[in-house]
């Protein structure tokens, strides 16, 4: 099971952006033909589908940037070096991690002084809120569409 989990994390950022290539190549060709598709068009279905995936991949890869971030392998005193800290103050040498691994993903050195330095980059959060947020409008878009086309799909006549 560890090896299908490292399998998806080493493929999903080949995919995220086999993904984007698609939808730009699809969204260049439809504004050559100067024909946009409709929101209830087959095409527009896929598109906000592919939207949706990459969004999850996204969140994915962003999530496990910030956990893996705090990993460590040694002790907590290699991964929390006072260096980092801008004034590195005398003091305490003991180290602990908090991990906080849902949302939003924290992983702090937290010195017996009260120093609290955080492992997580400032980009990560952020951005699992973007994609999450993307994902959520994909997801109406694609409800929305079918509804809509499910509605014309009735309304023909046999």
């Known amino acids: 099971m560890t090896y299908f989990f490292l399998l ?4 999903a950022p080949f995919v995220f952006l ?5 939808l730009s190549w699809r ?7 100067r ?9 527009s279905l896929k598109a906000a589908i592919e939207v ?4 999850v ?18 002790d907590p005193d290699e991964i ?13 040498d003991v180290v602990t991690i908090e991990e906080h691994l849902s949302l939003p993903v924290r992983q702090t050195c ?4 009260g120093t609290r330095y955080d492992l997580v980059p400032s980009w990560v959060n952020p951005m699992i809120a973007v994609f999450l947020v993307v994902l959520a409008l994909s997801l109406v878009v694609c409800v929305a569409g079918l509804v809509t086309h499910r509605r014309r799909l009735r309304a023909v006549p046999e």
């Open 18 to 22: 086999l993904l984007a290539i698609r």
């Open 110 to 113: 937290v010195w017996a002084d």
């Open 57 to 74: 991949i996204g969140a994915g890869l962003c999530w496990t940037a910030g956990v893996g971030s705090g990993f460590y392998l040694l």
């Open 80 to 92: 929390c070096d006072r260096s980092r800290l801008s004034g590195s103050a005398a003091g305490s």
């Open 8 to 11: 998806c994390l080493i493929f």
């Open 52 to 55: 949706a995936a990459m969004s």
């Open 35 to 43: 024909r946009l598709p409709g929101p209830t068009h087959d095409s």
């Open 27 to 33: 969204a260049v060709r439809a504004l050559k033909r």
